[in-house]
């Protein structure tokens, strides 16, 4: 079976701190990997998808980044951390290919800037 | 007008009753749809997934679409204090350029009391 795990589950920061978070997948090859940022009140916002490695898109422009160095790793970055950048993040999977998209949640980090 | 809408409630009900839940969505290109469900303080868990208008039973949920309304419904038969938790709809989107996404609700948080 298929398991996705996300760290540090939780992580406090401070402004102007740089931020990595890792997200990785078992049981499946070549998945489609997603950052969300769910903030309260403003639900679930894609951040960035990757159909393999090396491919990123990105949704939203921020001073985040994402890479995905291995097929089943996702990491999430910043250089310089914001007070708006707090919230949870939420790693997905999906299997690849057209018209299957559900995607499966990790358990999530959440990030207090301070 | 945002693509998806949905109540965030909170809803609060006594264990046993009929719970109703609601999404309503604007862009005719979505072509499946999905309830989550998600406990505090946790990634999203899958709870039901359909493609085509009509109804979908599984134990005590039932998930309904009406494609010509644009409207889509989660049922809760006989619901429980641990189905307490915020019920996020999705949709996914198949764009011209060939990349998918779902679009999410920004859920609604339901309390069942015993």
């Known amino acids: 079976s298929q398991t996705i795990h996300q760290w540090p589950a939780t992580l406090v920061q401070p402004v102007g701190s740089p931020l990595s978070l890792e997200c990785t997948v078992e049981?499946?090859?070549?998945?489609?990997l997603y950052w969300y940022r769910q903030a309260a009140g403003r639900g679930l916002q894609l951040l960035f998808y990757?159909?393999?490695?090396?491919?990123i898109s990105s949704e939203v422009p921020q001073n985040l980044s994402a890479s995905r160095p291995q097929d089943r790793q996702f990491i999430l970055s910043s250089k310089k951390l914001l007070l708006s950048d707090s919230g949870f993040y939420l790693c997905?999977?999906?299997?690849?290919?057209?018209?299957?998209?559900?995607?499966?949640f990790g358990p999530g980090t959440r990030l207090t800037v301070l | 007008q945002k693509e998806v809408e949905q109540d965030p409630g909170p809803l609060s009900v006594p264990e046993g009753a009929i719970v109703s839940l609601n999404c309503t969505y604007s862009?005719?290109?979505?072509?499946?749809f999905m309830w989550y469900r998600q406990y505090s303080r946790k990634g999203p868990e899958l709870l039901m997934y359909?493609?085509?208008?009509g109804n979908k039973e599984d134990g005590r949920f039932t998930a309904q679409v009406d494609k010509s309304s644009k409207y889509i419904s989660l049922f809760i038969r006989d619901s429980q204090p641990s189905d307490s938790a915020t019920y996020l709809c999705?949709?996914?989107?198949?764009?011209?350029?060939?990349?998918?996404?779902?679009?999410f609700g920004k859920g609604t948080k339901l309390t069942v009391n015993p």
């Open positions: 359909t493609y085509s208008s």
């Open positions: 990757s159909v393999g490695i090396g491919q």
């Open positions: 862009n005719s290109a979505f072509q499946y």
């Open positions: 049981g499946t090859s070549n998945p489609n």
């Open positions: 999705a949709m996914h989107l198949l764009s011209q350029g060939g990349s998918e996404k779902l679009v």
């Open positions: 997905a999977w999906s299997v690849a290919g057209i018209g299957t998209d559900t995607q499966y």
